[in-house]
């Protein structure tokens, strides 16, 4: 009888061992229904361009992961409360045009719905179909770009798909955008940013200067799709991505520069991208998760 019970207690403690980490913020909220969510995440395992350190096909999993530690309350306000829907991850097993295609047709419902898409990377590359998905519905908006690197080069490694070519491609489609934290670039992408007129606010700039009272010009569009590159962070706190750069943002002053982009200002849609999760580092998957789940505090209070 003693050893039934020893081994029932061991079954339950088996069970509830393994909390469902499917969705975003589960153990705060369930899953919201598709129609009632204002935030539709989206998993996105992308890597098919990398070109240093690897790992970003795993990101989606790991922030999901470590969302399950996250409070409902953000320190200001509680965006789960808008509800939050976790979509299955992406098909990224085809090609580049394929792939992107997938995420053109998850990110499409969502807009059509006026709900947010929150894409959670996998690498820089993805971020051209959620903006494409909406162009396809819209023009009046501009892409703000937290990230180290420009991504501004025609193409890299051969390739005009690649992560360093994501805000060159939208760009090309007549979208206007703002860059924020970007500490190395290539000459090729200085003189496309002069060229062509790129408005940004460079890490170095952040450093001697600190946050201006208005980040975005005044001409900037009203509404924005926000795209957040992890490596925009300093590497000391970011190390877990492809390509850690130093000098970057600390953790108040992204949010502070988040929260100043917004201003006056109606975020469309969002992603975070390329987290290359290590074992050593978990505490980069949660900054990640947190990370997201504060943009969407942001996105709903704006």
């Known amino acids: 009888m003693l050893s039934s019970l020893i081994a029932n207690s061991a079954m339950m403690t088996t069970a509830t061992a393994s909390p469902d980490m499917s969705h975003f913020l589960s153990s ?9 969510a204002l935030f539709h995440v989206i998993p996105v395992p992308l890597e098919k361009s990398v070109s240093y350190g690897s790992g970003t096909a795993l990101g989606p999993e790991a922030i999901l992961n470590a969302s399950y530690q996250l409070e ?3 320190g200001i306000s509680c965006p789960g409360e808008h509800g939050i829907h976790t979509t299955a991850a992406i098909d990224c097993s085809g090609d ?4 992107l295609g997938n995420i053109h047709a998850a990110c499409t419902p969502v807009y059509k719905a006026d709900r947010i898409p929150v894409l959670l990377g996998g690498e820089h590359s993805l971020s051209l179909a959620p903006v494409q998905a909406l162009l396809d519905l819209r023009q009046d908006f501009g892409v703000v770009q937290l990230d180290a690197h420009a991504d501004l080069r025609d193409t890299y490694e051969q390739s005009p798909d690649s992560h360093a070519c994501v805000m060159r491609r939208i760009h090309e489609l007549g979208v206007p955008i703002f860059q924020i934290g970007v500490r190395n670039l290539c000459l090729e992408e200085v003189d496309y940013r002069a060229t062509h007129k790129v408005p940004y606010l460079d890490a170095r700039e952040l450093y001697q200067q600190g946050i201006p009272g208005t980040v975005l010009p005044e001409d900037f569009p009203k509404n924005i799709y926000l795209t957040f590159d992890i490596d925009g962070f300093d590497s000391s706190l970011m190390p877990a991505t492809g390509t850690p750069e130093p000098g970057g943002l600390d953790w108040w002053q992204a949010l502070a520069l988040c929260e100043n982009v917004a201003k006056n200002r109606r975020i469309l849609g969002l992603d975070v991208v390329e987290l290359a999760p290590r074992d050593e580092f978990h505490a980069c998957s949660y900054t990640a998760a947190k990370l997201a789940y504060a943009l969407m505090g942001i996105a709903a209070r704006h």
């Open 28 to 36: 705060e909220y369930p899953q919201s229904s598709a129609a009632e």
């Open 72 to 74: 409902s309350f953000d």
């Open 96 to 99: 580049m045009p394929t792939c």
